[in-house]
């Protein structure tokens, strides 16, 4: 069955920076887009990053734009978010997730399939 599983996550000062993976497993990773969200306390889930199936196409949120980078290995089945400059606004449940097909996704509605997230928080 498809799984997705997040990691990378923790506690970071102010300007620090993180990495999450993504591992997947049970499907084609090289045939579908991925996405990133994010889902801080008492607000909804949110849009942050997404890939094409290739790795060639990419779309991130306005927020972290030039913060936060994404980026995919076909080989080995991983997603990965680069995220620098961090700040305690990005404090958050981070979800990996998969779309229906190999394009990229800006809304939640654009995915099937989800991981269980990976809590991120930055300290001021």
């Known amino acids: 069955q498809v799984q997705l599983v997040e990691s990378g996550g923790g506690l970071v000062q102010a300007g620090g920076s993180l990495r999450l993976s993504c591992a997947a497993s049970g499907f084609t990773f090289s045939n579908y887009g991925m996405g990133w969200f994010r889902q801080a306390p008492g607000k909804e889930r949110a849009f942050v990053a997404t890939?094409?199936?290739?790795?060639?196409?990419?779309d991130t949120a306005d927020s972290i734009k030039g913060r936060f980078t994404i980026y995919r290995d076909n080989t080995k089945g991983t997603l990965s978010l680069q995220m620098n400059t961090l700040k305690p606004e990005d404090t958050a449940v981070y979800y990996c997730?998969?779309?229906?097909?190999?394009?990229?996704?800006?809304?939640?509605?654009?995915?099937?399939?989800w991981g269980q997230g990976t809590q991120v928080t930055v300290s001021s």
């Open positions: 997730a998969r779309t229906y097909g190999g394009w990229i996704g800006t809304q939640i509605v654009d995915y099937d399939y």
């Open positions: 890939i094409n199936w290739k790795g060639s196409i990419s």
